[in-house]
């Protein structure tokens, strides 16, 4: 059997599963030689994980980085968050996209003043019954705000084993993978070990054929121009602003198919955005 530095520099696997210890190595000195700075990964404070947890999903990382402190400040702990008012988390919000990830991250925050004292359990079976958590979001809020080893796959990591262990592969499912991130976790420090995997599937982004292409699980993101998910966007923006505007104006100002319009505005009634008076709308009053 070839040595793993020569699988390094020729074809076949980069890794096979006996290699693990070589595996680990070459992603940690990765990480601890350039491993990239954010602001929550200067803290284990588990309010700053959550928020920054729910802020990266279907979030390019620079866009939370520049938003996370803004956020931070303005609700700088579970109590604060809970009882802002919704207009107020949906304006620091603004330019994340995706806004049902704001009134989820919200809810969390009640949840967890009703419900469990003001402390974010460290359980993510727990975790992943909570709004907008699922089962990998729930584990990775668990590595990195109170270092369990727990293992989950996300992007960047199924980037990772996909061109580290299945380079000649095509539709690479993740029951494939999962037993391989279980054996590779570095027990040692999972916080760190799950931030290098990512950094490193970062690099693998910008300097090789997206292997995640590959996952049978792959779907590209629909563009956002032209969109639903922008034209919810533009009508937030502008009832942010404070204003209540009828059905009219926001058609107008909005500049889109009208029937489309009122389509959206009945959606965004109905998950808890806005509210209507007659046929005029604002953002819903939620604060407690």
Same mark, same amino acid.
């Given at each position: 059997? +070839? ?7 020729? +074809? ?37 994980? @959550?928020?920054? $947890? ?7 990382? /620079? ?21 802002? +008012?919704?207009? !107020? ?15 989820? #991250? ?13 402390? #974010?359990?460290?359980?993510?079976? *727990? ?26 796959? $996300? ?18 499912? !993740?029951?494939?993978? @999962?037993? #391989? ?10 916080? $760190? ?5 990512? &950094?490193?599937?970062?690099? #693998? ?16 993101? +629909? ?12 009508? @937030? ?17 909005? /500049? $889109?198919?009208? &029937? ?17 008076? /007659?046929?005029?709308?604002? *953002?819903? !009053?939620?604060?407690?």
């Amino acid at each position: 059997m +070839p040595s793993t530095q020569q699988r390094l520099t020729g +074809p076949g696997p980069l890794f096979t599963p006996e290699d693990i210890p070589a595996f680990q190595d070459l992603v940690l000195s990765r990480y601890r030689s350039s491993g990239r700075k954010f602001p929550w990964r200067e803290t284990t404070n588990p309010y700053a994980t @959550l928020v920054s $947890e729910i802020m990266l999903q279907q979030t390019q990382v /620079g866009r939370v980085a520049e938003k996370f402190p803004q956020f931070m400040a303005a609700f700088p702990d579970f109590s604060a968050l809970a009882t802002a +008012p919704l207009a !107020d988390v949906l304006a620091q919000w603004q330019g994340m996209g995706y806004n049902r990830r704001a009134i989820a #991250l919200q809810k969390c925050a009640r949840k967890i003043m009703e419900e469990f004292y003001g402390e #974010l359990p460290d359980d993510p079976e *727990i975790l992943a019954t909570f709004p907008g958590i699922g089962k990998a979001t729930a584990s990775s809020i668990c590595a990195f705000a109170f270092n369990r080893p727990v293992v989950f796959i $996300e992007t960047n990591i199924r980037r990772v084993f996909i061109h580290c262990f299945f380079p000649g592969s095509e539709s690479v499912d !993740d029951a494939v993978i @999962l037993p #391989l991130v279980r054996d590779a976790l570095y027990h040692g420090n999972p916080r $760190e070990w799950y931030n290098a995997l990512m &950094d490193y599937g970062t690099e #693998l982004k910008k300097s090789v054929p997206n292997p995640n292409r590959r996952s049978v699980h792959y779907s590209r993101q +629909p563009a956002f121009e032209g969109s639903d998910r922008k034209i919810r966007g533009e009508i @937030l923006r502008l009832l942010l602003s404070g204003k209540t505007l009828s059905e009219k104006a926001l058609v107008k100002q909005v /500049g $889109e198919d009208p &029937d489309r319009t009122r389509r959206i505005l009945t959606a965004l009634e109905n998950e808890g955005f806005i509210t209507t008076k /007659g046929r005029s709308f604002s *953002i819903a !009053d939620r604060g407690q």
